[in-house]
């Protein structure tokens, strides 16, 4: 199994910018399609974007298109999420998730990750 860890949440005003890490360990992640998910108080969890294994294939929520990138370095075990000009609206708890490369089906989904994070609050202040 893979075990996640996320961290470099925090708080940030409007505007500002925060970089997301999650570190892998117990198995490489390049044979894990990666996504990052986040969860607000009272809302369900979705899918922020996902990243295939190889990185060719990346796909992001509308909500955040133009402002998160997603990247992964296998060599670190790492995958990163920067958010930038960020809104109240993103304040929420984020999760790195995994899910094998032979398990075909919708990241869009969050039911389709079958390992996550423990998550990391990002509080974004207007």
């Known amino acids: 199994q893979v075990q996640l860890v996320e961290s470099g949440g925090g708080l940030v005003q409007t505007g500002g910018s925060l970089r997301l890490s999650c570190e892998a360990s117990?198995?490489?992640?390049?044979?894990?399609?990666l996504g990052w998910l986040r969860q607000a108080p009272g809302q369900e969890r979705e899918v922020v974007g996902y990243?295939?294994?190889?990185?060719?294939?990346?796909r992001y929520v509308d909500s955040v298109k133009g402002r998160f990138a997603i990247t992964r370095d296998n060599a670190k075990n790492t995958v990163y999420l920067q958010m930038n000009s960020l809104k109240p609206e993103d304040t929420a708890v984020y999760y790195c998730?995994?899910?094998?490369?032979?398990?075909?089906?919708?990241?869009?989904?969050?039911?389709?990750?079958?390992?996550w994070g423990q998550g990391t609050q990002v509080t974004v202040s207007s």
């Open positions: 998730a995994a899910d094998h490369w032979s398990h075909p089906g919708d990241y869009s989904a969050p039911s389709k990750y079958d390992y």
């Open positions: 990243i295939s294994r190889n990185g060719i294939i990346i």
């Open positions: 117990g198995r490489a992640i390049s044979d894990y399609h």
